[in-house]
């Protein structure tokens, strides 16, 4: 597939990276996932935002406006010839060599645009299932940083319990997936956890949230125990990559009838319209 690397357009497995990259050394660094939907980037705007919030978090100096980000990405895009693919990009604190102390050298940029790989159609019929674990990341999870050893971890321990997500639980509430954001619904009400510094503010969950006022579905972001999803009436989670996924069961007990919700259905349908 292909790449970009600080200015020059690559293949996406040339093997480009010295080993000191301060990415792959210490994870100094922060990135994006963004889906193109018939070649056109997805809520590329709010992407631009939270890569420059993340960086400035970092603080790193991007040495580019947000435009020149999207024309970059856009251009990647046109020559990689894709409608339906994906944009990976991210930006590290440069090549120096090792030093915990920030060097004096510029950011580098790389990305890639892959085709998309859809994942299993089925568990957006049947539901997933989802494992709670206990939310071992740092303070700044806010942060999109490329610092996701935890997050890894997390997944991997869903997984070999065959779980789809883990669903991570922070000082006795849940916070968020391991790559996921979360939703329940009770009563009609959609809930979600507040968009604190405890969880990423996913650019999929603004547009649940948009979604739910324009459908004028009651909204409550609020903090829940992890009890509380095992009583909702529905449970699903959003990311770029699985849109949005109902959940039917969580620690092997069924959620509300076991079988994805109306309302989760009825966002999942407005969601598609607008991409
Ligand atoms: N991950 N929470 C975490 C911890 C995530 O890693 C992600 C996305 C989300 C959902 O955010 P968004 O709707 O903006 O994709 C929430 C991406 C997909 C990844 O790491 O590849």
Request: a negative charge.
């Amino acid at each position: 597939a292909i790449g970009y690397l600080n200015g020059k357009i690559i293949s996406s497995s040339d093997p480009v990276l010295p080993i000191d990259e301060r990415g792959h050394q210490f994870g100094d660094g922060v990135y994006e996932y963004i889906r193109v939907y018939n070649g056109r980037p997805f809520m590329m705007d709010e992407h631009m935002n939270r890569f420059f919030k993340s960086a400035e978090a970092i603080k790193l100096n991007l040495n580019h406006t947000p435009d020149e980000i999207k024309d970059i990405t856009a251009d990647l895009i046109g020559r990689s010839g894709l409608d339906d693919c994906d944009v990976y990009m991210q930006a590290t604190r440069g090549i120096a060599p090792r030093n915990h102390l920030f060097p004096n050298v510029p950011a580098s940029i790389s990305m890639t645009v892959k085709p998309f790989r859809a994942m299993d159609e089925t568990l957006r019929e049947n539901g997933a299932s989802v494992k709670l674990l206990p939310d071992e990341r740092w303070q700044n999870c806010w942060i999109k940083t490329l610092n996701l050893l935890p997050n890894l971890l997390a997944k991997q321990e869903a997984f070999e319990a065959g779980a789809f997500e883990a669903v991570l639980v922070r000082d006795g509430v849940v916070t968020e997936g391991s790559s996921s954001n979360i939703f329940l619904v009770k009563e009609g009400v959609l809930i979600t956890p507040p968009a604190t510094k405890h969880i990423l503010h996913g650019i999929t969950r603004i547009a649940v949230l948009d979604i739910a006022s324009e459908l004028g579905i009651s909204v409550d972001e609020r903090e829940f125990a992890p009890e509380v999803i095992l009583e909702a009436d529905e449970v699903f989670l959003t990311s770029t990559g699985i849109e949005i996924v109902p959940v039917t069961s969580a620690d092997e007990t069924k959620i509300g009838t076991g079988k994805p919700g109306a309302v989760t259905e009825k966002i999942y349908e407005a969601f598609m319209k607008r991409v």
